[in-house]
T-cell receptor
Framework: NAGVTQTPKFRILKIGQSMTLQCTQDMNHNYMYWYRQDPGMGLKLIYYSVGAGITDKGEVPNGYNVSRSTTEDFPLRLELAAPSQTSVYFC???????????????FGAGTRLSVL | AQKVTQAQTEISVVEKEDVTLDCVYETRDTTYYLFWYKQPPSGELVFLIRRNSFDEQNEISGRYSWNFQKSTSSFNFTITASQVVDSAVYFCALILGGSYIPTFGRGTSLIVHP
């Protein structure tokens, strides 16, 4: 059971370059999330999705884009990378049962991104 | 708006000491869910516990225990007889009953020295 898989684990970008951070989950979870973690700042939500074809902005969406064409995949796109996007990125998924009891978030191992 | 405060940025203890990590939350909702996650040096966040607002019963799991008090809006986490493997960043989180977006605290870094 792989859970949430993120690739790549590390990446160095030059200013202005673009890249896609991949995220796949095999738990058939309907909710997926992208966070960034900066030192001492906790987790900030970038984008989230409540199901295939539905995405919405979180707290810090500027400079990022997402898509959710399938239940399993939720890639995060960085366009025109900037030094401010240097961070650790985490993808997570969760399942909310029909009774709307909020379930656990399962996290990927993270992608450490440096923009130089 | 809801808020989660983890006032302790970093805690340093010696192995076998007991340690309590504080979590204070703010919300006007009556239905909500509280969580603790552990982030070891490897980086991946791991779920520890979930508690809903209607269940104030404290919980113990091995060396871990959680004290949920609605009167003080706190959900504190105690590690008894700490071990080096407990060294990690611990996050407290809140999800409101009508939402699916968690609010995380900034985390508490626990360092357990041998």
């Amino acid at each position: 059971n792989a859970g949430v898989t993120q690739t790549p684990k590390f990446r160095i970008l030059k200013i202005g370059q673009s890249m896609t951070l991949q995220c796949t989950q095999d738990m058939n979870h309907n909710y997926m999330y992208w966070y960034r973690q900066d030192p001492g700042m906790g987790l900030k939500l970038i984008y989230y999705s409540v199901g295939a074809g539905i995405t919405d902005k979180g707290e810090v969406p500027n400079g990022y884009n997402v898509s959710r064409s399938t239940t399993e995949d939720f890639p995060l796109r960085l366009e025109l990378a900037a030094p401010s996007q240097t961070s650790v990125y985490f993808c997570a998924s969760s399942y909310t049962d029909p009774g709307q009891i909020k379930n656990i978030q399962y996290f990927g191992a993270g992608t450490r991104l440096s923009v130089l | 708006a809801q808020k989660v405060t983890q006032a302790q940025t970093e805690i340093s203890v010696v192995e076998k000491e007991d340690v309590t990590l504080d979590c204070v939350y703010e919300t006007r909702d009556t239905t909500y869910y509280l969580f603790w996650y552990k982030q070891p040096p490897s980086g991946e966040l791991v779920f520890l516990i979930r508690r809903n607002s209607f269940d104030e019963q404290n919980e113990i799991s091995g060396r871990y225990s959680w004290n949920f008090q609605k009167s003080t809006s706190s959900f504190n986490f105690t590690i008894t007889a700490s071990q080096v493997v407990d060294s990690a960043v611990y996050f407290c989180a809140l999800i409101l009953g009508g939402s699916y977006i968690p609010t995380f605290g900034r985390g508490t870094s626990l360092i357990v020295h041998p």
